[in-house]
């Protein structure tokens, strides 16, 4: 007696009455089921799973005829069933380990995967809020145990920090998930404010930002994060010709009358602003040179994660040494700052006992 395949149509391929029931189908039912399933297919349903169970189950059952005067060849349907069993088993390992409980369907977990990415993004700016408030009532010592309390990196801290100050305010911006988040961190507010309220930035608009992915969002603001470095340097050199230009003027005026100790500290202190500005513009190049070296990486053909993971690993130490020596210029910053501090109380109290 033949066996209605209908009631088949929407029973999980794994489900173990599908393949029993498909079993106790003929070939000529299961020719017919497979026709109509990829019908149904072609009208936007998913049977991805239930095509290739059946077509394993035909294969299965096919006798290969041989040529006359020649020896059948079976090795290359042997390899087919075996590629077909490991599908079936791939999903059946993947159904028993992680399935919630309802049927397969791509749609369905398609959504739930942008639902899953919309809450990282807002638990993203929710943890930059408080890294902000820690590091408003802490030093920077303490700051950094409390990184290391909650187990996140300064870099991952200081990316939650900048989208909590970006985007904390924008639900549309916290919905596009952590990743692009920390991409969107390169723009300035105006470029933000911009895709606010639905114009475009460098040709993309926020309902493009949405669709795409990661890489190809990286891709596109690149030439907007090159640019940005050009203006900056352009007016960092702006600035300092300027400043040069006043501190000449200054120089001329300080010098008519005998300087002050103070006076001259200040014209030797002038003389470290630049190479101190042009160190700190190095360091910024090099660190985002070593970031595109990453990202390029990452895109050698047939790369895998292993060997980007050693490749990884054989530089760890250099950038715990470059952590290590931007929490000692933090430190010397905090120092600089409490001297001064203490030695402005010292003048104060100076004056007061003269006074007295």
Same mark, same amino acid.
């Given at each position: 007696?033949?066996?209605?395949?209908?009631?088949?149509?929407?029973?999980?391929?794994?489900?173990?009455?599908?393949?029993s029931?498909?079993?106790?189908?003929?070939?000529?039912?299961?020719?017919?089921?497979?026709?109509?399933?990829g019908m149904?297919?072609?009208?936007?349903?998913h049977h991805?799973?239930?095509i290739?169970? =059946? *077509?394993?189950?035909?294969a299965? &059952?096919? *006798?290969? =005829?041989?040529? &006359?005067?020649?020896?059948?060849?079976?090795?290359?349907?042997? &390899?087919?069933?075996?590629?077909m069993?490991?599908?079936?088993?791939?999903? *059946?390992t993947? *159904?028993?380990?992680y399935a919630?409980?309802?049927?397969?369907?791509?749609?369905?977990?398609?959504?739930e995967?942008?639902?899953?990415?919309?809450q990282a993004g807002?638990?993203?700016?929710?943890?930059?809020?408080?890294?902000? &408030?820690?590091?408003?009532?802490?030093?920077?010592?303490?700051?950094?145990?409390?990184?290391?309390?909650?187990?996140?990196?300064?870099r991952?801290?200081?990316?939650?920090?900048?989208?909590?100050?970006k985007?904390?305010?924008?639900q549309t911006f916290?919905?596009?998930?952590?990743s692009?988040?920390? =991409?969107l961190?390169?723009l300035?507010d105006?470029?933000?404010q911009?895709?606010?309220?639905?114009?475009?930035?460098?040709?993309?608009t926020?309902?493009?930002?949405?669709?795409?992915? =990661?890489?190809?969002?990286?891709?596109?603001?690149?030439?907007?994060?090159?640019?940005?470095?050009s203006?900056?340097?352009?007016?960092?050199?702006?600035?300092?010709?300027?400043?040069?230009?006043?501190?000449?003027?200054?120089?001329?005026?300080?010098w008519?009358?005998?300087?002050?100790?103070?006076?001259?500290?200040?014209?030797k202190?002038?003389?470290?602003?630049?190479?101190?500005?042009?160190?700190l513009?190095?360091?910024?190049?090099?660190?985002?040179?070593?970031?595109?070296?990453i990202?390029?990486?990452?895109?050698?053909?047939?790369?895998?994660?292993?060997?980007?993971?050693?490749f990884?690993?054989?530089h760890?130490e250099?950038?715990?040494?470059?952590?290590?020596?931007?929490?000692?210029?933090?430190?010397?910053?905090?120092d600089?700052?409490?001297?001064?501090?203490e030695e402005s109380?010292?003048?104060?109290?100076?004056?007061?006992?003269?006074?007295?």
């Amino acid at each position: 007696m033949t066996e209605n395949y209908e009631g088949l149509l929407h029973v999980p391929a794994t489900d173990p009455n599908f393949l029993s029931g498909i079993g106790r189908l003929d070939n000529c039912d299961l020719a017919a089921m497979l026709e109509r399933m990829g019908m149904l297919e072609g009208q936007g349903e998913h049977h991805k799973g239930r095509i290739k169970a =059946v *077509e394993s189950e035909l294969a299965s &059952r096919a *006798e290969p =005829v041989p040529k &006359r005067g020649r020896k059948a060849k079976t090795g290359g349907n042997s &390899r087919e069933i075996a590629a077909m069993d490991k599908f079936q088993a791939d999903i *059946e390992t993947a *159904e028993r380990l992680y399935a919630d409980g309802m049927p397969y369907e791509l749609d369905r977990i398609e959504n739930e995967i942008r639902f899953f990415q919309d809450q990282a993004g807002q638990s993203f700016i929710e943890m930059g809020k408080r890294f902000i &408030r820690i590091k408003a009532h802490e030093d920077h010592g303490r700051f950094m145990r409390a990184l290391e309390n909650v187990g996140i990196s300064q870099r991952g801290a200081d990316y939650a920090m900048a989208a909590a100050r970006k985007f904390s305010n924008s639900q549309t911006f916290a919905n596009l998930g952590q990743s692009k988040q920390i =991409v969107l961190t390169v723009l300035d507010d105006d470029s933000i404010q911009t895709l606010e309220d639905g114009g475009e930035v460098k040709g993309v608009t926020l309902d493009d930002i949405d669709k795409m992915s =990661v890489r190809e969002l990286k891709e596109t603001l690149r030439s907007e994060r090159d640019g940005r470095k050009s203006d900056r340097k352009s007016t960092d050199k702006a600035i300092f010709m300027k400043e040069k230009k006043i501190g000449e003027l200054e120089a001329q005026l300080r010098w008519q009358e005998l300087p002050t100790k103070e006076q001259l500290a200040g014209a030797k202190l002038d003389e470290y602003l630049q190479p101190f500005n042009a160190q700190l513009h190095d360091a910024i190049f090099a660190m985002n040179r070593c970031i595109d070296m990453i990202t390029e990486a990452q895109r050698i053909e047939a790369v895998g994660y292993a060997q980007l993971n050693d490749f990884v690993l054989k530089h760890t130490e250099g950038i715990a040494m470059i952590t290590e020596a931007f929490g000692e210029l933090q430190g010397a910053i905090n120092d600089i700052h409490i001297d001064r501090i203490e030695e402005s109380e010292k003048a104060a109290d100076s004056a007061f006992s003269i006074i007295d």
